[in-house]
């Protein structure tokens, strides 16, 4: 079995540091051969891309703009009357990955307006978000970049997403039926909406083209106290020849460094 490949994510780890740049450095430095990040829009393409030509290091993984945050937005893909805004954002996030050779793009689904109750608008919404993402499919295609949607729970992360299950997920990802949209599953989200993970990883693997890790509920690292074993879940992902990422999207509980030690000891052992 192959070992497993994991990525900083720069958005929640080593923010000690002020700039992407500077933790894409401290990212290699300790270890890690690839990152992934949220939103990089603050800085300039080309000081991101001389940090990653220096360390060597692989962005796989960033997200679309999220829209105005300081007004509720937390991505536009699937929100009505904001598709221009979208394909706005979209066109961003092509020029960022293409200048990073990044080959994964996470497009937020967004939230339900304020006004509205889930159960209104979810047909409406739904229409719109498998329009975009077939929209966003045939950009990417062009680029070689594959677009990935992800559940984020209701019940403590986000009450309003709209995208909140591997099963709302699953379905939204037939209508729309291109091959480069794919699944990001968020262990730490999908524990808290559904549970049944070895069943769900299982059944969905064949959709998953990235994931993301967290121990639940503190969403610290994977090795802290909580409900989940992830020696269990990194082993299944290995029997089932998982071959993508793993996001390391956590709180850490002191510093980056000193909360490393349980993906230092991964690389010891697969290396045995």
Same mark, same amino acid.
């Given at each position: 079995m192959a070992p497993l490949k994991f990525c900083a994510n720069l958005t929640w780890l080593f923010t000690e540091l002020p700039d992407f740049s500077q933790r894409i450095h401290a990212a290699a430095a300790a270890g890690f051969k690839a990152v992934e990040a949220a939103w990089l829009y603050d800085c300039e393409p080309g000081e991101l891309q001389r940090a990653r030509e220096d360390t060597g290091v692989e962005v796989v993984l960033i997200n679309t703009p999220p829209g105005n945050l300081k007004a509720g937005d937390l991505g536009l893909a699937a929100v009505p009357g904001r598709e221009t805004?979208?394909?706005?954002?979209?066109?961003?996030?092509?020029?960022?990955?293409?200048?990073?050779?990044?080959?994964?793009?996470?497009?937020?689904?967004?939230?339900?307006?304020?006004?509205?109750?889930?159960?209104?608008? =979810? /047909?409406?919404? #739904?229409? @719109?978000?498998?329009? $975009?993402?077939?929209?966003?499919? +045939? !950009?990417?295609?062009?680029?070689?970049?594959?677009?990935?949607?992800?559940?984020?729970?209701?019940?403590?992360?986000?009450?309003?997403?709209?995208?909140?299950?591997?099963?709302?997920? =699953? /379905?939204?990802? #037939?209508? @729309?039926?291109?091959? $480069?949209?794919?699944?990001?599953? +968020? !262990?730490?989200?999908?524990?808290?909406?559904?549970?049944?993970?070895?069943?769900?990883?299982?059944?969905?693997?064949?959709?998953?083209?990235?994931?993301?890790?967290?121990?639940?509920p503190g969403r610290n690292e994977p090795d802290s106290d909580g409900e989940l074993n992830y020696n269990y879940l990194f082993n299944l992902l290995e029997r089932l020849n998982y071959q993508g990422y793993i996001g390391c999207e956590y709180h850490p509980l002191c510093s980056t460094e000193e909360g490393l030690g349980w993906i230092k000891n991964y690389w010891t052992c697969s290396k045995q």
């Open positions: 805004e979208f394909r706005q954002g979209l066109d961003v996030a092509v020029n960022y990955a293409k200048a990073l050779d990044c080959k994964r793009i996470h497009l937020m689904a967004g939230r339900v307006p304020v006004e509205s109750h889930r159960s209104a608008v =979810a /047909k409406e919404m #739904e229409a @719109v978000f498998v329009r $975009n993402l077939s929209y966003a499919a +045939d !950009v990417l295609s062009k680029e070689g970049i594959t677009g990935l949607i992800e559940p984020i729970n209701t019940r403590i992360t986000d009450p309003r997403y709209f995208l909140d299950s591997p099963h709302h997920a =699953a /379905k939204i990802l #037939e209508k @729309v039926g291109k091959p $480069n949209i794919q699944l990001q599953m +968020d !262990v730490f989200h999908w524990q808290i909406m559904d549970g049944n993970l070895t069943q769900n990883i299982q059944k969905y693997l064949p959709l998953i083209g990235h994931v993301q890790v967290a121990q639940i």
